[in-house]
């Protein structure tokens, strides 16, 4: 189901170098020498609205998403802080809104609180994507999304234009259950996709709720 899910999207390839590299990954364990695959899926019953879990293709918990949202200031963006948790409840990294930006842009920090890298969504350019930066890297983004992001169907390219993940959405949705299948390539670090995948489905449905609103009706996915 995963793979047709993907079906038109380009079969991941292997980073070289690995995704990140010259720094330990976020989560050494979700590295793998082979192509995995992976299942994002949203908690209907989610206090918060936002919680997600990742599993394996055999159903085995792997990482827990929880949080909720700041309404701090009227008028302005929610502002997320969320928590990425192994299934024993380790901490992985945190995501936090930036409240003050020119676009959609997310904090990522280690466990420990230090800062990883940001991710937002791009400013300029003839099309939509999202970007990937790690903290102290002048060299551009080390993950670039790019896609048919209202459909939920993206690919990840590396710095040198190497798909090296995919994300399609599930064929089972509900109004308040997302499902998203991704794809990662050998030596990539896979929490770094979730938390694109994460925040890509953020950005759009806090749009999506914004255009509902501003015709009268419902978001075209919440």
């Known amino acids: 189901d995963m793979l047709e899910d993907a079906s038109g999207l380009p079969m991941p390839k292997r980073a070289d170098p690995p995704i990140p590299s010259g720094r330990a990954p976020l ?72 409240m003050i930006s020119m676009t959609p842009t997310y904090d990522v920090l280690r466990s420990d609180g230090s800062q990883f890298g940001k991710i937002n969504k791009a400013m300029f350019g003839f099309s939509e994507s999202f970007e990937f930066h790690l903290e102290g890297d002048g060299s551009g983004p080390v993950l670039k999304a790019e896609g048919t992001f209202s459909e939920r169907r993206f690919e990840i390219k590396s710095r040198d234009g190497q798909v090296v993940a995919t994300v399609g959405r599930g064929y089972y949705q ?49």
């Open 27 to 98: 989560d050494a364990e979700l590295v793998h020498a082979a192509t995995t695959a992976y299942e994002l899926e949203e908690k209907g019953l989610s206090l918060s609205g936002e919680d997600f879990e990742v599993k394996s293709p055999t159903g085995q918990l792997l990482l827990r998403i929880s949080g909720g949202n700041r309404l701090p200031i009227g008028g302005l963006p929610v502002w997320d802080k969320l928590t990425v948790s192994s299934a024993a409840g380790a901490s992985i990294m945190t995501l936090e809104r930036e």
């Open 174 to 222: 509900t109004d308040s259950e997302n499902r998203y299948h991704l794809i990662v390539g050998p030596q990539v670090d896979a929490s770094m996709v979730v938390a694109l995948a994460f925040v890509i489905d953020e950005v759009h449905d806090e749009e999506d709720r914004a255009k509902g609103e501003g015709d009268g009706g419902g978001g075209l996915f919440r």
